[in-house]
């Protein structure tokens, strides 16, 4: 860019006879093609052909650094960008060979090899130098920076490859003669069995050396180290002898813990037989080295060395053992993917064998060879996974309590716990390490369990009611310290439980039940800890606590909408609770009043659990009562030590509260588009939508019952207030004297939306009902939301927290981005209003998913603002990137005109803003003349045009359909010439119907060269080069051609660029091998 600059400012420049800006010299320097890409002389390169009969090479960097496999078409192009050529120029020799525009495939092509170090301009990371500067005089920042590093931080040896190059030279050159090679494997397989004889007689110890535990732990430590260093070293000297060079080694810290490494990704340019055998020779080599030292203990068994070896090599085994395990990354499992040559083998096998292999077998299909392999593989790894469990039963049965019980017998109490003080500091080290991995699982538990909640909440509730059984019956048994500190720790989390509740419900009448809860359980559950003279005070405590918090709600029970079994029901419990104190007469006086109050509080919530049949809190309530049930058992018999089942109960339903809150889905509602006719019948429309949809999420939380409550609530208010408005559940009714304005309209609605915010937040919360509120505005047209906003939103409570933008900026911003999709889709002005005020906002946070292909499509999406990702799964394979999506690019077309499931997969990458069009509401506009239904047809007929081009070939499925989009029909009538010999070609021509005639002038005269008929096309080169046209077309019929401008193209290759994954970048299996070893 400097340098740029400085050529564009010269004075000398500036009298040059053909001046050029420095805005054209800095776009031409961006325009990717105008560029000149140059590989480093130097590369190395290796050529293969895979069982499936397809070349492919691979191709190391001059630096050695970088490692990338091509295919055959990308070895091409890479053959091509020796700096003489133009990317459109490389495009055009591509096109000449093989008929297709490759440029997503040059694009993602050059793009790797620039990462790779394999082009003569270096990859520079400005802002990361930029970082380091900023960072360099702030030492604790570096520390900090070191620290975070440490997990991964790397020690290379200096001149590795030399040292590796010497011992090979020097003396294990000799392990590579076959001879030595058949006698090792002789040793391996012998020493195998004389360890398993030595295992089964127990005369060594695993953990003891010289009678001390810890200076055994220490020495099994120190061994596996150099079993490691062994295994590393065998690789690396296998690479060594098949002339590869070994790129680093030495330590790496892996979470915390130190190992070795080294990096042999030089072997990708060997043969696969070769990269096998290098993969094998390190487990091979520790099997060598274990039976040898089996040997020599069986054959000198009071050499004094025995117990190191025998230690040695039980760890050699372990390690053999792990490595040959199909399920780790490690040895193993890279010697299957390069014998099968299927990358990705665990993911792939792991997909087809819980998705696809029974559907394939109970529809009978027919199984491809990769299909077998994922089937072996997944039924393999099942059987090694049992085998694993049974040599660790068998190692149980055996050894484990033999060595348990010389640990406890050789070590004194203060050793133990410090060792258990040291595993722990270990484990808490690596979780700390390991935070952001253990945070996403947890968020990913929890998002799964409020799933199962939203989705299965009568299963979910019979899972904690049976856990709070088990639990309580094991706390049943409990005495002293330890029922006291579970006690605490229970009552500390019941707490921060309650704290995060009341965040939620806080200033409504919940919080009161919250209260009656939270005192109750506390009191149940440390009823068999506090002295017995205590007991009758926390009994009446409790007992108050939950009428108290009973009545605050069976209050607002209306009884006169009871059945009457409900009715005879609650009075036979009535005298029967009476009979049962009658009983117990002999009862003192503060027990009686506590039986009393809580058989009460029993009935009251027996109605709100009628009352709450069906709604979101069905199963609170119906904790509540369990809970007030195992109360009152507990204090008529006495059944002090089961009183942790009570607070269960009760601590249960308060964690269902919670659940509940953040289950709770708040998307907006479909509501049909109605035409208004006025801007009264307009505003009406949305103050009595935001009610509905607002009502409508109050009954699925609080039940129907509550919610006409709600409606009798506001009419009171109403009528005192004279606003001619009722509510009647779904509906409404107003009674506006005709010579009522607009103005007088809205002061009536707005009230009656401020209403309905303050009973919201008084019954459930200021966090449900604003979020209620907002969720029921987002839900309204844009129509609906400009007069709401004009006339009802101004100086009132319920709109108080909403975002209000400035919609006639956000309407005009809308219309720019719906601008592109009229003009494809041949909208006229009208037509284009019509379809604007059929559109509703939706807005989605970066990481969620928007459709999910499979399901059924409704709607039909516009990017606003901010940008998707599309991707496409496909059997037995990862998914697979398709497109990403920004502003004014649209998705889900299809789902409006036929009822299929959708094709792909749209996640937002960012977050964006959605302009969203219903089949409803596409209905709508069908029945209003504006016929999209066709022109949707059209487009999708011209994707199919595209994608049975050989020049489209190259292109993802996303491209086409965007390249689709920028076709502009056109017709011509028989004579009419479309492009003319000579003139500089700006477009590209697809013939959909009729035929043109191909004319060349030669010597003055034109000759009739070829004809050209539907699906044929011309003038493609014109899309990648500014040169003249060599013949005229003209049509010979009545013609229809699709069009496709070079400025279109070459903007949706600007966008759409690298999105064709045709490479394969390797990566160092060795790094990932030896970061998985340092459990072993």
Not at 334 to 340: C, G, K, R
Not at 469 to 485: D, M, P
Not at 694 to 712: L, W
């Amino acid at each position: 860019m400097t340098d740029l600059c400085d050529k564009t400012m010269d004075p000398q420049n500036s009298n040059s006879p053909v001046s050029i800006s420095f805005w054209q010299k800095l776009t031409d320097k961006m325009d990717f093609a105008k560029s000149r890409p140059a590989i480093r002389p130097g590369c190395e390169e290796a050529h293969f052909v895979s069982r499936d009969g397809k070349e492919f090479y691979v191709l190391k960097s001059p630096g050695g650094d970088g490692y990338i496999r091509l295919s055959a078409k990308d070895h091409f192009l890479f053959t091509l960008l020796d700096g003489s050529r133009m990317v459109q120029e490389v495009l055009v020799e591509y096109f000449r060979k093989y008929g297709a525009l490759a440029f997503s495939r040059l694009g993602t092509l050059v793009q790797e090899l620039f990462k790779g170090g394999f082009l003569s301009e270096s990859p520079k990371s400005f802002y990361g130098r930029l970082l380091k500067k900023i960072k360099l005089d702030k030492p604790l920042v570096k520390l900090i920076d070191f620290a975070k590093s440490l997990p991964r931080r790397q020690w290379p040896i200096a001149n590795i490859d030399n040292g590796i190059t010497g011992l090979y030279e020097k003396g294990f050159k000799l392990f590579y003669f076959r001879p030595v090679q058949m006698v090792a494997a002789v040793f391996s397989l012998a020493g195998f069995f004389m360890f398993a004889h030595l295992f089964r007689t127990g005369e060594y110890s695993l953990l003891k050396s010289s009678g001390s535990v810890v200076l055994g732990l220490a020495v099994l430590v120190l061994l596996n180290y150099v079993s490691i260093v062994a295994h590393e070293l065998s690789h690396a000297l296998a690479c060594k002898h098949y002339g590869r060079r070994i790129n680093s080694g030495g330590v790496i810290i892996n979470t915390i813990f130190p190992s070795f490494y080294v990096d042999i990704t030089d072997t990708w340019l060997l043969p696969k037989r070769k990269r096998i055998l290098i993969s094998l020779i390190g487990p091979f080599s520790q099997a060598f080295i274990a039976g040898i030292m089996s040997a020599v203990i069986i054959l000198f068994p009071n050499l004094f060395i025995n117990p190191l070896l025998y230690k040695f090599a039980f760890l050699s085994y372990l390690t053999v053992f792990l490595n040959l395990n199909p399920l780790l990354e490690l040895d193993g499992y890279y010697v299957l993917i390069d014998w099968l040559e299927i990358p990705g083998l665990k993911a792939k096998a792991s997909n087809f064998v819980k998705k696809q292999l029974w559907p394939k077998i109970k529809a009978k299909e027919p199984f491809s060879w990769q299909d077998k392999v994922f089937t072996a593989y997944g039924l393999g790894a099942i059987a090694w996974s049992v085998l694993a469990l049974v040599i660790v039963g068998y190692f149980w049965r055996i050894r484990a309590q033999q060595i348990g019980s010389h640990f406890f017998n050789a070590t004194s109490q203060q050793l133990r716990l410090m060792l258990l003080l040291g595993v722990g500091v270990i484990i808490l080290a690596a979780m700390g390490a390991a935070y952001k991995k253990i945070r996403l699982m947890a968020v990913n538990l929890l998002k799964a369990f409020t799933d199962l909640i939203y989705r299965r909440p009568a299963i979910m509730a019979g899972v904690l009611f049976l856990l709070c059984l088990l639990s309580s019956f094991g706390y049943s048994y409990i005495r002293g310290w330890s029922a006291i500190v579970i006690a605490i720790i229970f009552a500390l989390a019941l707490g921060a439980l309650s704290q995060r509740v009341y965040s939620y419900y806080k200033g409504s009448s919940l919080w009161l039940v919250l209260l009656g809860l939270l005192l109750a359980a506390l009191g149940s559950l440390f009823i068999k800890i506090f002295p017995v003279g205590l007991r009758p005070a926390i009994w009446l405590t409790g007992s108050v606590a939950l009428f108290a918090a009973t009545y605050t709600q069976f209050s607002f029970s209306s009884l006169r909408r009871w059945r009457q079994w409900q009715r005879i029901l609650w009075g036979g419990l009535w005298f029967g609770i009476l009979v049962l104190v009658g009983y117990f007469h002999g009862m003192s006086t503060s027990r009686t009043l506590s039986i009393m109050l809580s058989s009460t509080a029993f009935l009251m919530l027996l109605s709100l659990v009628w009352h709450n049949m069906g709604s979101s809190l069905e199963y609170f309530w119906i904790y509540f009562l369990l809970g007030i049930i195992s109360w009152n058992i507990i204090l008529l018999f006495s059944l002090y030590n089961f009183g942790f089942l009570a607070a269960l109960l009760l601590v249960f339903a308060v964690f269902w509260l919670y659940l509940i809150i953040k289950s709770a889905r708040w998307l907006p509602e479909n509501a049909t588009f109605e035409p208004a006719s006025s801007e009264k019948r307009r505003m009406r429309q949305a103050a009595i939508k935001i009610y509905r949809m607002s009502r409508s999420y109050f009954a699925s939380f609080f039940g129907e019952g509550q919610a006409r409550a709600m409606d009798d609530r506001l009419n009171l208010i109403m009528i005192e207030r004279n606003w001619p408005i009722r509510l009647y559940g779904n509906g409404s009714e107003e009674r506006f004297e005709r010579s009522a304005g607009i103005v007088d309209r809205s002061r009536a609605f707005r009230g009656m939306l401020d209403e309905v915010l303050n009973y919201l937040s008084h019954e459930v919360g200021d966090y449900f009902a604003r979020n209620t509120i907002k969720t029921a505005y987002q839900s309204l047209y844009w129509e609906e939301r400009e007069i709401a906003q004009q006339y009802i939103m101004k100086d009132s409570q319920w709109a108080k927290d909403l975002a209000v933008a400035n919609l006639k900026q956000e309407k005009r911003d809308a219309q720019n981005v719906i601008a592109g999709v009229a003009r494809f889709w041949e909208l006229s002005e009208e037509e284009t209003t019509l379809f604007y005020s059929h559109l509703k906002e939706e807005r989605v946070r970066s990481g969620e998913m928007i459709i999910r292909q499979g399901e059924q499509g409704d709607k039909f999406y516009i990017v606003k603002s901010g940008q998707v990702e599309v991707t496409i799964s496909r059997k037995g394979e990862p998914d697979l990137m398709a497109a990403k999506l920004s502003r004014g690019d649209y998705f889900g077309e299809i789902a409006l005109i036929k009822n299929v499931p959708r094709t792909a997969s749209v996640k937002a990458v960012a977050d964006c803003s959605l302009l969203v069009l219903e089949r409803k509401d596409f209905e709508s506009l069908m029945a209003r003349k504006v016929d999209l239904a066709v022109r949707i047809d059209r487009l999708i007929e011209n994707r199919g045009f595209l994608i049975r081009l050989p020049l489209f070939a190259e292109f993802a499925p996303a491209q086409v359909a965007m390249a689709a989009s920028r076709l502009v029909p056109e017709r011509y009538h028989p004579g009419q010439p479309v492009i003319t010999q000579g003139e500089i070609g700006d477009s590209f021509f697809i013939i959909k119907e009729g035929r043109l005639d191909v004319l060349v002038t030669k010597g003055g005269q034109k000759n009739k060269v070829a004809e050209l008929g539907p699906g044929e096309y011309f003038g493609e080169i014109a899309l990648l080069l500014d040169v003249p046209r060599t013949a005229d077309v003209v049509a010979g019929t009545e013609c229809l051609v699709l069009r496709l401008h070079k400025d279109d193209f070459k903007s949706l290759l600007g966008e759409q660029l690298y999105f064709a994954k045709s490479l394969e970048r390797t990566s160092s299996r060795r790094m990932s091998d030896t970061r998985h070893k340092v459990s072993s």
